[in-house]
């Protein structure tokens, strides 16, 4: 479960771009990193929602110490603006990672899976957790829809149980607000929320690796065309 404090927060330029660059606001490249951004910050307030009242009630909710290992050999799929996202994050804030999408010494040596995975990050493994994607945010403190549409929260494999709890899995609003106080962001909700975005990009969804290089091409030409002189 993510910490709301290392997460984006309002405006989404917050990460790196000056606030004043308006040709750039004014771009539907800034519009929709906009729109997704304030997704994850409602996801991220939800998030700690759940945590919050689970302490209330004697709970401790939340991934065990250094763990990570959820997005050890994963790569998770993106929509183009998920993988915008990122590669605005990279190109503003990391970009010595961007060694890791395109190749070199540094892919190579990378093992199978996403290629921000850091085997040695014990515990704080993801070298772009602040731009990383909604699939990555989600897991772990989130619903799932059942086949009567109802929300269904489940521990992580790796979550320690908890004797206060009866189970590991609960279903239905009432039995998981009556367990934790509140219901953690429904995965499908949101997914349906980053696809509205841009309604026709679904068929372009593809493996992190394969979305980021023409993103990073497509995110840098729009900053240097935008970009005020010196």
């Known amino acids: 479960m993510e910490n709301p404090s290392d997460t984006l927060s309002g405006k989404f330029v917050k990460i790196g771009l000056g606030a004043d660059n308006s040709e ?4 539907v490249l800034a519009r929709n990193l906009q729109i997704l951004s304030d997704i994850y910050v409602e996801i991220a ?44 994050h990279l190109l503003l804030k990391k970009p010595t990672l961007v060694n890791l999408v395109f190749g070199g010494p540094e892919a190579a040596a990378r093992p199978d899976g996403c290629p921000f995975w850091n085997a040695k990050g014990g515990g704080r493994n993801c070298r772009v957790y602040e731009g990383r994607p909604l699939i990555c945010r989600l897991f772990g403190c989130s619903t799932v829809h059942s086949k009567k549409d109802e929300p269904v929260f489940a521990f992580c494999k790796r979550f320690p149980q908890d004797p206060k709890l009866p189970s590991r899995t609960y279903t239905g609003e009432w039995e998981i607000a009556q367990n934790f106080g509140f219901v953690p962001p429904a995965m499908s909700d949101y997914s349906a929320m980053v696809l509205g975005i841009e309604p026709d990009s679904a068929a372009e969804r593809l493996p992190l690796d394969k979305a980021l290089p023409p993103s990073l091409n497509r995110v840098a030409l729009i900053l240097q065309m935008t970009a005020r002189p010196a």
């Open 24 to 27: 750039f606001d004014s771009s």
């Open 45 to 88: 307030e939800k998030q700690a929602q759940f945590a919050t009242s689970a302490r209330s009630k004697g709970l401790v909710v939340g991934c065990p110490a250094d763990c990570g290992s959820c997005c050890e050999h994963f790569m998770p799929d993106v929509l183009p603006v998920e993988s915008d996202m990122l590669a605005y």
